[in-house]
């Protein structure tokens, strides 16, 4: 029997959200030693994360990132680690050198899987790793088809979205018998289908508004042969901890074109802008076009 843990998107922040009342900073480590706690009380083989340990690559202040490792140390188990798309830089891969990613991997904390592919882990589990920004496409999975586990920092949805994404669906039609464990799309989902296990247990610190009815856990999964068990321990959160917004204030809605003519930057349209910003940070067309896909629905319905 093999047990492990999964985790993703913790989002560790370095400043104070805007749409928190209380104190982030600090309660933010006592959910990592939640995590922690039910590391050791659980004790698995290993433990998968799913990526954006932190909300951003890097910050000047370090205290959070040496807190972090400080804690981490209590950990008995190794823990593998997607790259998630708040890891790098300009959407390059290999830029978690220059990020706390890289401290914490220096520091014996994590142990990387920076390759899309399969990665064989102990009691001889085939695992399916795609670490984000490696393109969102279906016909990519089809190498993982009889993997044991897929961890993914891709954009796996149940329901469609506006802009590029698999649905969990689509997936339970090419595999059985698999256990995706997935992350980046911070709406908690677990869904049976097929056979197949989808489980993405969202953030861990709560930024946005939408998040506010998530119930943080951490999933506790056990396999013998074709046999699975998954069960939710949960990481405790206050109630009403989130800015309330206004229900009945009337809003302005500015255009994008609106915020921007009160900044300095040059440029004529946001489609030059994005063009601009992309060859500066060479960025790769894909992810230029989502971006546009994206502004181009947003344009057609917020107004
Ligand atoms: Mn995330």
């Not at 995590?35 to 959070?64: E, K, Q």
Request: charged fraction near 20%; proline fraction near 5%; hydrophobic fraction near 40%.
């Amino acid at each position: 029997m093999t047990k492990f843990l999964y985790t993703t998107d913790w989002h560790l922040c370095f400043k104070q959200p805007g749409t928190r009342l209380d104190d982030v900073l600090e309660k933010q480590f006592a959910k990592v030693l939640q995590f922690v706690d039910i590391c050791n009380s659980t004790n698995p083989d290993f433990i998968l994360h799913g990526g954006d340990l932190f909300d951003a690559p890097r910050n000047a202040d370090p205290s959070v990132v040496n807190r972090t490792i400080e804690i981490l140390k209590n950990l008995k188990q190794p823990m593998y680690y997607v790259p998630g798309s708040h890891d790098m830089f300009g959407y390059n891969l290999d830029s978690f050198a220059q990020s706390y990613l890289g401290t914490l991997q220096a520091s014996d904390r994590i142990i990387i899987l920076n390759q899309k592919g399969i990665y064989k882990f102990p009691g001889e589990l085939q695992v399916g790793v795609v670490p984000a920004y490696v393109g969102t496409n279906i016909n990519m999975y089809q190498e993982f088809i009889g993997a044991d586990i897929v961890v993914s920092h891709d954009m796996i949805t149940t329901t469609p979205v506006p802009y590029a994404h698999i649905q969990i669906k689509e997936l339970a039609q090419m595999f059985t018998n698999t256990i995706f464990l997935l992350g980046h799309n911070h709406s908690q989902y677990y869904e049976v289908l097929n056979n197949n296990i989808f489980i993405n247990p969202g953030p861990l610190v709560r930024t946005s508004i939408a998040e506010q009815n998530n119930a943080p856990y951490v999933a506790v999964i056990e396999k013998q042969g074709s046999n699975v068990t998954v069960n939710h321990i949960s990481i405790a959160v206050d109630k009403d901890v989130f800015v309330i917004q206004p229900q009945d204030k009337e809003t302005t809605v500015m255009t994008f074109n609106d915020v921007m003519k009160k900044t300095n930057i040059e440029y004529n349209d946001i489609y030059e802008l994005l063009h601009k910003v992309s060859l500066d940070l060479h960025i790769e067309d894909v992810h230029v076009n989502n971006l546009k896909e994206r502004i181009k629905y947003v344009e057609q319905h917020a107004v």
